[in-house]
Nanobody, 123 residues
Framework: QVQLVESGGGLVQAGGSLRLSCAAS????????MGWFRQAPGKEREFVAA????????YYADSVKGRFTISRDNAKNTVYLRMNSLKPEDTAVYYC????????????????WGQGTQVTVSS
């Protein structure tokens, strides 16, 4: 059973940076795609970024391209989301998720989820 535990959220001023971590356990993650999603109050959960565990290929939402970087450390079974130039509109609960096979930007395709970590960007 896949277990995902996020950490690294917090309060930061606009223009600042944060790095989120997602520790994955429970199985071998070859052929998995790991994703980050976020959900702001009153809004739907939206795709942020994803990475293929095997190939390292990355995918980003247009709203974060050039500011956020997703990466993984195979030895630590951990996925990271480096967030730079943060904006107040980046404020949300950020979730780590995993899906087997091809990348998707649809939350419904991801079967495993972490508990989420709050990111708040003040103006």
């Amino acid at each position: 059973q896949v277990q995902l535990v996020e950490s690294g959220g917090g309060l930061v001023q606009a223009g600042g940076s944060l790095r989120l971590s997602c520790a994955a356990s429970g199985r071998t993650f070859s052929n998995y795609v790991m994703g980050w999603f976020r959900q702001a109050p009153g809004k739907e959960r939206e795709f942020v970024a994803a990475i293929s565990w095997t190939s390292g290929r990355t995918y980003y939402a247009d709203s974060v391209k050039g500011r956020f970087t997703i990466s993984r450390d195979n030895a630590k079974n951990t996925v990271y989301l480096r967030m730079n130039s943060l904006k107040p509109e980046d404020t949300a609960v950020y979730y780590c998720a995993a899906t087997f096979g091809r990348n998707s930007d649809y939350a419904g395709d991801f079967g495993s989820w972490g508990q989420g970590t709050q990111v708040t960007v003040s103006s």
